[in-house]
């Protein structure tokens, strides 16, 4: 029988970058909590958002929190106000200086994370889901991925 192994652990520093960006000594577990916290935050927070990836960087007393988005525009808020909004409530969370950048995926039917939010999205609103796994997979080979696989479990 084959060992299963994670898909992310593999990948990491070859094809994919690390998603948290800082060394500790003694704090390693509370920090890495800190990061769990701040993740859940910020998903919370921009779930309508199509937010695909989070990255944390740490120097000294300051964080720099990377949102990669499908919709720069919605979490930006008119002249800045949605994010200004995030970043405070960031800072009252850690307790350090927190800056933010929002990054835009340009396709974001290519990215995984995006798909399965996406197909999610519509198993609540009732749709078929084999009809929302097939569009999802039509609008991704359409876009030019070299295969899919797509996996729906569970009761629905």
Same mark, same amino acid.
């Given at each position: ?28 577990? *509370?920090?890495?909590?800190?990061? #769990?916290? /701040? ?6 927070? =921009?779930?309508?958002?199509? !937010? &695909? ?19 720069p ?6 002249g ?13 969370? *850690?307790?350090?200086?927190?800056? #933010?950048? /929002? ?6 039917? =290519?990215?995984?994370?995006? !798909? &399965?939010e ?23 080979m ?13 009761r629905?």
């Open positions: 029988m084959g060992q299963k192994i994670n898909p992310v652990g593999l990948r990491v520093g070859i094809i994919r970058d690390w998603e948290g960006r800082w060394f500790a000594e003694k704090d390693y577990a *509370t920090l890495l909590h800190e990061d #769990l916290k /701040i993740r859940r935050f910020v998903k919370s927070k =921009l779930y309508n958002s199509g !937010v &695909a990836r989070i990255e944390i960087e740490r120097a000294a007393n300051r964080v720099k929190v990377t949102i990669h988005t499908a919709r525009g919605m979490v930006i808020g008119r800045g106000t949605e994010v200004e909004n995030l970043r405070k409530s960031l800072e009252k969370l *850690t307790d350090k200086q927190v800056s #933010l950048n /929002i990054a835009e995926v340009k396709t974001p039917d =290519l990215n995984a994370q995006l !798909v &399965a996406n197909i999610c999205f519509q198993l609540e609103r009732r749709s078929s889901y084999r009809r929302a796994m097939k569009q999802a997979i039509t609008r991704i359409r876009l030019g991925a070299l295969g899919v696989k797509v996996k729906c479990s569970g629905l």
